[in-house]
């Protein structure tokens, strides 16, 4: 009980994850098609763009890194082509832009990619990422011998805190086992959902599957819908403020998922949107749940609108009404009473900037695929 409510992050005992990870990595975008100066690149553009300021912190090598084979002695061996300056002084590099390094690996004989997993070498790989200067390790589920889960990850659990670095732990069991019932004994955020596509149906699915699972989430443990495709140009820019929206408010890790080389204008304003991040952010870290409109039917046909809401630590609410609808505009009233809030209170419009007196929400004609989402400032 006690675990409970101050964190869940007693039982991972690692001090991590108190609010969700926001960072980089290389999957959504470049896939297997990595290299050190991509890498590099990605860390000065963090430090140049002022998101590393904002919190996005981690660099992270997701599959590919590796050769197929490990070394004589059983040692992961990075691909001398690909990582010619060798891990370490990639490491050094990101460390020395004020950022953190994360790797990828597999609870499985292999990687998806079919490079060398880390079943029945965690005690050796972990120590190796280790001594590398990893901050992170995002843990796959390929291959995995039909071995359940929890006794696949826990292992590298144990073995990650054995090292004495402090090191992230990300399982991606893509919510196939039911991470969200032994994630937050386990890592410090397990994936609930399948692989994220760059499309606003894979988007609303991972939403829907990852909504499910509020109560799990908490400092040092967060659902995981996956990661976010702002910027590689499959949905619009109100889409994309959607999916940046709904990701913070359930306090979802924002791990970039585009290339910040070419990031557009429109891409970090919406990455930068300090205030949307705050509500990401809050160190309550109440995930976001459905208040209205929450039947089965409107996710599922997806033609009407949803409100979510959660506490936030100073006492104020982040409300965010969704419009699942296409073509359909709809206009909405959520009376604040709802949330237990009495009497005229300041909402701030987080993508407008505006702040209205009221003691309730009035949206006009939302339009299909857009969010408003808003801070209830009950202490102003």
Known sequence: MLSALIGVSLA??????????????????FGCDINE?????????????????????????????????????????????RFPSGINALADYVHSKGLKIGIYSDAGTKTCAGQPGSLYHEQSDAQQFADWGFDYLKYDTC????????????????????????????????????????????????????????????????????????????????????MLEVGNGGMTFEEYK????????????????????????????????????????DKLGVQATCRKGCSFANFVLGYEYQVFAGPLENGDWAVGIINWSLLSKH???????????????????????????????????LKGHSIKLYRILTNN
């Open 37 to 81: 100066e991509i890498i590099k690149s990605a860390a000065d553009s963090l430090v140049e763009s002022g998101l590393r300021d904002l919190g996005y912190v981690y660099v992270n090598i997701d599959d590919c890194w590796a050769l197929h084979q490990r070394s004589p002695e059983g040692k992961l061996v990075p691909d001398p082509k």
């Open 12 to 29: 991972l005992n690692n001090g991590l994850g108190l609010t969700p990870q926001m960072g980089w990595s290389t999957w959504n975008y």
């Open 242 to 281: 959607a999916h940046f929206s709904l990701w913070a408010l359930v306090k979802a890790p924002l791990i970039i998922g585009c290339d910040l080389g070419s990031m557009s204008s429109e891409t970090l304003q919406i990455l930068g949107n300090q205030e949307v991040i705050a509500i990401n952010q």
């Open 331 to 365: 206009s909405i009233e959520y009376d604040l009473k709802e949330l237990g809030i009495q009497g005229k209170v300041q909402i701030k419009d987080l993508w407008e900037n505006e702040v209205q007196e009221s003691d309730q929400i009035s949206v006009q004609a």
């Open 143 to 226: 291959h995995d011998k039909s071995i359940p889960a929890i006794k696949r990850y826990t292992p590298m659990r144990d073995a990650l805190n054995a090292t004495g670095r402090e090191i992230f732990y990300s399982i991606c069991d893509w919510g196939i086992q039911d991470p969200w019932k032994w994630g937050p004994e386990v890592g410090n955020s397990w994936r609930t959902t399948i692989d994220i596509k760059d499309f606003w149906a894979s988007m609303w699915l991972n939403f829907y599957l990852n909504s499910k699972h509020a109560s799990a989430a908490g400092p040092g443990g967060w659902n995981d819908p996956d």
